[in-house]
């Protein structure tokens, strides 16, 4: 049986013919903040988002070495997705954590104009959101968004929905001027959703994403002749560790790349700006549904409790659907201690001791939404797992 041992982001890995992930390496210190990715004559390009140059890096994507920078004329409010089509680039100024834009846009450019050593000029596709009626702002807007793709008539949006844990998609076209954007459709995937990448020869798109317990993940949709996305599998896990994935694009050659920005967090967490790199063909895809239900000892995402002949290293955290627990599962003949909860700041929110945790979950309601670290002690070991409150 091909399988996908899902044990945690750490531990995830690919079925079929996709087993040959591997990380380039760090990128360069100017694409610390990566926030996109495209591939075009034979390089990648790549930005960064907010408070950052309104740069175009070009990159050789073996050696990670830049080849060149190329600005343009615009402005990096928060940049955070990077799309191409035959003729043009399209930069998404569109990063709206707190929903308080009204300036969202894209700045569109020609393609050709990399091979100049001018200033790059470009034409702005403003727009907003029609269902958007309150600006006054709060963490995690539900118009917040960091992935686009071009296709052959419209640009499509994909947003990061914090609360529900889904992608919006919006249309628009990709003549400049002003417009509000086409509301299509909403997509359930239990994650956020974080680039895209279209795969022209198969009208379909790559998700590229995280879910609730920071675990990287692969969604492949299609879309259909009415202009609809149809998801086609389950979701593929990136076994590439704890890592803010940013960005996926493809070659011709059907090698993708997916980059992560850094991220640190001490002691907790220390991820590097990388690139990796991979092959995905359909029978992967095809068979993952097959997969899943077929592989009785393994977890299935978000919502449903790891089976007991599970072995694992280190515990395995996961969210029972449609409460507000944190289960865990620990090795076997690991004797827990104790668990502490910790914000991002390296605060302690939370300590509980052995008898308050016989029952292997802890009740989180009084989290507002945000990243959290679980750390986990035991005799000898101590293990720290990142997880979501939505």
């Not at 079929?16 to 996109?36: C, F, V, Y």
């Not at 928060?78 to 569109?94: C, K, N, P, R, T």
């Not at 917040?144 to 889904?166: G, R």
């Not at 670290?373 to 409150?389: G, H, K, M, S, T």
């Amino acid at each position: 049986m091909r399988g996908l041992q899902l044990l945690f982001c750490l531990t995830a890995l690919w079925a079929g013919a996709q087993t040959n992930i591997k990380a380039i390496g760090d990128l360069p210190t100017e694409l610390q903040e990566t926030s996109g990715l495209a591939y075009w004559d034979k390089q990648v390009l790549s930005c960064n988002d907010s408070g950052n140059s309104a740069e175009i890096f070009v990159m050789n994507p073996e050696t990670l070495e830049i080849t060149a920078r190329k600005t343009l004329m615009a402005e990096n409010i928060d940049w955070e997705a990077l799309s191409i089509d035959g003729e043009f680039g399209y930069v998404g100024d569109f990063g709206n954590n707190l929903g308080t834009r009204r300036d969202l846009k894209v700045y569109k450019f020609r393609l050709a104009a990399l091979q100049t050593n001018s200033p790059i000029v470009t034409e702005i596709i403003g727009f907003s959101y029609p269902e958007q009626v309150n600006f006054e702002g709060q963490e995690h807007s539900d118009f917040d968004a960091e992935a686009m793709i071009a296709t052959e008539n419209y640009l499509y949006i994909f947003t990061k929905q914090w609360k529900s844990m889904n992608t919006a998609v919006y249309r628009l076209p990709k003549i400049a001027g002003s417009y509000q954007a086409e509301f299509v459709q909403e997509i359930p995937i239990n994650g956020l959703v974080t680039d895209a990448t279209y795969v022209k020869d198969a009208n379909t798109i790559i998700l590229l994403g995280y879910t609730s317990i920071l675990t990287p993940f692969l969604l492949n949709v299609e879309l259909d002749e009415r202009g609809q996305f149809v998801v086609q599998q389950e979701k593929l896990q990136l076994p590439i560790g704890i890592a803010q994935t940013e960005g996926i694009t493809k070659n011709a050659n059907h090698t993708y790349y997916v980059s992560c920005e850094n991220y640190q967090n001490p002691p907790f967490v220390s991820s590097a700006s990388r690139l990796f790199s991979f092959t995905l063909d359909s029978e992967t895809l095809e068979e993952e549904d097959a997969q899943e239900d077929s592989n009785e000892d393994l977890p299935k995402g978000d919502g449903e409790a790891p089976e007991e002949q599970l072995r694992i290293e280190r515990p395995l955290a996961y969210q029972p659907m449609g409460n507000s627990a944190l289960a865990f599962k620990m090795p076997v003949n690991t004797l827990l201690q104790g668990l502490s909860i910790f914000d991002t700041s390296g605060r302690q929110i939370a300590f509980y001791q052995k008898q308050e945790l016989e029952e292997y979950t802890i009740n989180t309601s009084f989290l507002k939404p945000s990243i959290y670290y679980a750390q986990f002690y035991a005799e000898n070991d101590r293990w720290v797992i990142p997880f979501l409150i939505r």
